[in-house]
């Protein structure tokens, strides 16, 4: 199946100036365009997964999952602020523009038929459609030829979120990270929705053959904590020890203009259990 781009009329409110604005950007998503299309002077702080995207690990960052306080936003003295909706509480937004700060809000959790879109929306708010419709065909080329490949051997895999202080809980098969392992051309093993804790008997009959994680899904010993969930060590992937790291801005969120290096990952795994 082919992805076929449509591009729309962005939104002209947007409006960015160089060297006038202060940005502040909530959501990894809108993150990656941004510095993409080479407007990264304009960002004074962040939020969510931004390590991967060159230039920008090395900036403020507001921390946790949501925002619900505008003084972190504040500290970094924004003239605008983007934001994924699902990132930020209207609350605090409207503290924002009550202060005289310009927010502009983007939906979250974005399809993959939606990114193009976006991606123009965004480099037209920096005055740089061109470019972005460039970008835009450009990820649009880049799922083609994933979609192009030839499919692997229907290895299963199942995602489990664990590390770092959280629960173990395994991905359904509305999350993100499962419409990637179908995509990269793998079988997603769970048929609930959401993030849910497994008992051990659901566990040993998904029988997973690959398992991925987040990098600090690490013990101690370093092993990986998945092996701590009822039932796991007794799956294919625990017994041969085929488990892979899965990056976070892949699986929070929505897809994104990353998510065809995401899926490649994922199919690179796939491969390694067929090899």
């Known amino acids: 199946m082919r992805f076929w781009l449509f591009i729309v ?97 983007f939906p979250g959790d974005w399809a993959l038929d939606e990114v193009p879109r976006r991606v123009v929306e965004v480099a037209e708010g920096l005055g740089r459609r061109e470019a972005g419709e460039a970008l835009a065909r450009r990820f649009v080329e880049e799922l083609n030829a ?39 051309g793998g079988v997603n093993v769970t048929e609930h929705s959401g993030y849910q804790l497994l008992g051990p008997e659901a566990i040993m009959r998904s029988a997973p053959e690959l398992i991925l994680m987040l990098a600090d899904a690490k013990r101690d010993d370093g092993q990986p904590v998945i092996l701590d969930l009822p039932g796991i060590r007794h799956t294919p992937a625990a017994r041969e020890q085929r488990w892979q790291v899965v990056e976070g801005h892949c699986i929070s969120g929505g897809m994104s203009l990353s998510t065809p290096a995401c899926i490649r990952a994922i199919r690179r795994s796939l491969d390694d259990v067929s090899s």
Do not use: N
Request: glycine share 12%; no cysteine; proline share 7%.
């Open 146 to 184: 994933i979609s192009e490949m030839p499919p692997p051997a229907p290895r299963r895999a199942m995602f489990v979120l664990g590390g770092g202080g959280r629960p173990l809980l395994v991905a359904g098969k509305d999350t993100t990270v499962a419409k990637m392992i179908s995509l990269a």
């Open 9 to 105: 009329a962005a939104m002209g409110s947007v409006t960015v100036s160089a060297g006038e604005e202060r940005l502040v950007i909530i959501g990894h998503q809108l993150t990656e365009i941004v510095f993409e299309l080479g407007a990264d002077d304009q960002v004074v702080g962040l939020h969510g997964y931004v390590d991967h995207i060159p230039g920008a690990a090395g900036l403020p960052r507001l921390r946790g999952p949501r925002q619900t306080s505008a003084e972190g936003v504040l500290s970094f003295r924004p003239t605008t602020v983007w934001v994924m909706e699902d990132r930020a509480s209207p609350e605090m937004l409207r503290q924002l523009e009550g202060v005289g700060v310009s927010v502009v809000s």
